[in-house]
T-cell receptor, first 122, second 112 residues
Framework: AAGVIQSPRHLIKEKRETATLKCYPI?????VYWYQQGPGQDPQFLIS???????DKGSIPDRFSAQQFSDYHSELNMSSLELGDSALYFC?????????????????????FGPGTRLTVL | KNEVEQSPQNLTAQEGEFITINCSYSVGISALHWLQQHPGGGIVSLFMLSSGKKKHGRLIATINIQEKHSSLHITASHPRDSAVYIC??????????????FGTGTLLAVQP
């Protein structure tokens, strides 16, 4: 079964550089969530999109922006990178509309996670 | 105080043992997630449940909504079960704003 795809899997950047992380949700999932997990920390919610519109915003720095495109993939753009941005960035997708096909997902609203992008800022 | 608390934080077991990880939460929720994360690895959704019990292989999850408590059980534990197990609850007004609030995780090590 198709899973959430994230690219790149690993990224090394210098301070003050820019990075773009991509997330491709499970087909027919309409909601994407971005989470940041610092070393030894719990994941923290950054931002989410539903049907290409921002649906919620968490502790996302102003230096970061994100969007969801017409094909439902999402990109997280990070500028002026700082050492503290080094983390594992997860994307998760869910189906938040009432699809009746149970083969597409186990539970309505259940979030499925991608493998993450490990960002290292030097 | 965290909205989602897990216990224990660390757990070492011998292969074959029955394992229980507990999760308590202080907020009203519609469902609760149990997730698994291997060291340095991605997050895998194990269960999402809103009532009763769910079973998948050697994993069993239960939830008591009234008591705001959930447990994850692993029967006949195996070294490959060694991972961090995370309890997470959605926060939001339902629908598309179900961002997850994560517990601190339980680091499980199963020794052969």
């Amino acid at each position: 079964a198709a899973g959430v795809i994230q690219s790149p899997r690993h990224l090394i950047k210098e301070k003050r550089e820019t990075a773009t992380l991509k997330c491709y949700p499970i087909p027919r999932h309409d909601t994407v969530y971005w989470y940041q997990q610092g070393p030894g920390q719990d994941p923290q919610f950054l931002i989410s999109f539903y049907e290409k519109m921002q649906s919620d915003k968490g502790s996302i720095p102003d230096r970061f922006s994100a969007q969801q495109f017409s094909d439902y993939h999402s990109e997280l753009n990070m500028s002026s990178l700082e050492l503290g941005d080094s983390a594992l960035y997860f994307c998760a997708s869910s189906a938040d509309t009432g699809y009746s096909d149970p083969s597409l997902f186990r539970s309505y609203n259940e979030q499925f996670f991608g493998p993450g992008t490990r960002l290292t800022v030097l | 105080k965290n909205e989602v608390e897990q216990s224990p934080q660390n757990l070492t077991a011998q292969e074959g043992e029955f394992i229980t990880i507990n999760c308590s939460y202080s907020v009203g929720i519609s469902a609760l997630h149990w997730l698994q994360q291997h060291p340095g690895g991605g997050i895998v959704s194990l269960f999402m449940l809103s009532s009763g019990k769910k079973k998948h292989g050697r994993l069993i999850a239960t939830i008591n909504i009234q008591e705001k408590h959930s447990s994850l059980h692993i029967t006949a534990s195996h070294p490959r079960d060694s991972a961090v197990y995370i309890c997470a609850v959605p926060r939001g007004d339902g629908g598309a704003t179900n961002k997850l609030i994560f517990g601190t995780g339980t680091l499980l090590a199963v020794q052969p």
